[in-house]
């Protein structure tokens, strides 16, 4: 590694237990950052900052509570003297049968924009408290889902969409309040993880092929990887995306454009 892109910050992740989410904690990690993985589940977010070592600590996390928000904050902030990237990674794609839009449910819909959502608008919200002082960067996991048709998964197409309009709106904000905080989104195609897998098995049967299915409208030739997405997130919490806000970054192997 040439040269560690984010030597000495603080950077918290969200569901970074698996997926996307660790596969960024990890690549921050690397980069010099110290990192707070966060996630629901317990079990697989302690795992996860126990093998970052002296580089990464633990802290439980329902996005969808305010008060958990208020207090992994005010923690950071008191063990490691402030924050300068929040990733609002953690998302959920609901139910994968039923999410059209004759048949879907209200506890549906409100299920998947608690996390994908308010999970996010709660963690903008409570970062730019903490970063307005010392400026800072913040990243939100959207999809292309929230870019085009998602006519299968209706409530979760309309919650990345929402993702997408939240940073723009977060960006513009801080810029008006003169705050040194960027606010950017990510938006992933399909990705090789249980999100993912999950999405091809209901689309297409079975795992093997929906990839074999998918591949066919990726121009690179291939489904995306963790990494893939981490090095994206990398660089927008990064300086050097300094002249950067509230843009929108795909990755996607090229689907978009077909």
Not at 246 to 255: K, M, P, Y
Request: hydrophobic share 40%; glycine share 14%.
């Amino acid at each position: 590694m040439a040269e560690a892109r984010l030597q000495g910050k603080v950077a918290i992740v969200t569901g970074s237990g698996s997926g996307i989410g660790r596969a960024t904690a990890e690549l921050f990690a690397d980069h010099g950052a110290r990192v707070v993985v966060s996630d629901i589940d317990e079990v697989s977010g302690q795992a996860v900052a126990e093998t970052l070592g002296g580089h990464a600590m633990f802290l439980p996390l329902d996005t969808t509570r305010e008060e958990q928000w208020e207090h992994l904050l005010d923690a950071v902030n008191g063990k490691l003297g402030g924050i300068d990237v929040l990733v609002n990674n953690a998302g959920i794609e609901g139910s994968v049968v039923g999410q059209n839009p004759e048949e879907i449910s209200l506890n549906e819909i409100r299920s998947v924009s608690g996390v994908n959502v308010d999970g996010v608008l709660l963690g903008c919200k409570h970062a730019i408290r903490h970063m307005r002082d010392r400026g800072g960067s913040i990243v939100n996991i959207s999809s292309i889902g929230g870019i085009y048709a998602t006519p299968g998964f209706v409530a979760y197409g309309a919650s990345k969409g929402a993702v997408r309009q939240l940073t723009k709106s977060v960006a513009a904000y801080c810029g008006n309040k003169g705050y040194a905080i960027r606010c950017n989104s990510v938006h992933p195609g399909i990705v090789e993880t249980r999100m993912g897998e999950e999405v091809l098995r209901t689309s297409h049967g079975d795992v093997e092929t929906g990839r074999k299915l998918r591949v066919q409208g990726i121009p690179v030739g291939r489904i995306g990887v963790p990494d893939d997405i981490a090095h994206a997130v990398l660089y927008l919490a990064s300086d050097e995306a300094s002249f950067v806000t509230g843009a929108e970054l795909i990755v996607d192997g090229g689907q978009l454009i077909l």
